[in-house]
């Protein structure tokens, strides 16, 4: 797994296109702000839904502040995915330095 600030992972997902952007926040929060184009699937639910995904595939974890996204992150590494993203710093750091208008909480 590696981690990106939200600097550098606006730029990676402008190049990538087709990079996969799962929120691990509960509804509230992801109601309050999130990333465009973003899978909101809560961190309760994400064991289930984890062989939704091919393991080939780059997967970005977000969460408030990039803890609770780094310990699903090292989940999926330990069951297979290799290309996984944390965003350092989480939706926070996003709202903060590439989306003004994104409410912080």
């Known amino acids: 797994m590696i981690e ?3 600097l550098e992972l606006n730029k990676y997902i402008s190049d990538n296109p087709g990079t996969i952007l799962i929120d691990v926040r ?3 929060e992801y109601n309050v702000a999130a990333i465009e184009n973003s899978i909101h699937i809560p961190i309760s639910e994400i064991q289930n839904k984890m ?3 091919d393991e080939s ?3 970005v974890f977000i969460c408030h502040h990039g803890i609770r996204s780094r310990m699903v992150g090292a989940y999926f590494n330990q069951n297979g995915f290799r290309d996984i ?9 996003w709202a903060k330095t590439v989306d ?6």
């Not at 993203?85 to 750091?93: A, E, P, V």
């Not at 003004?100 to 909480?105: I, K, L």
């Open 26 to 28: 509960e509804s509230w």
């Open 4 to 6: 990106m600030t939200a």
């Open 57 to 59: 595939h780059t997967i």
């Open 85 to 93: 993203i944390n965003l350092r710093g989480g939706i926070d750091s």
């Open 100 to 105: 003004g208008a994104m409410s912080v909480y």
């Open 51 to 53: 062989f939704d995904y």
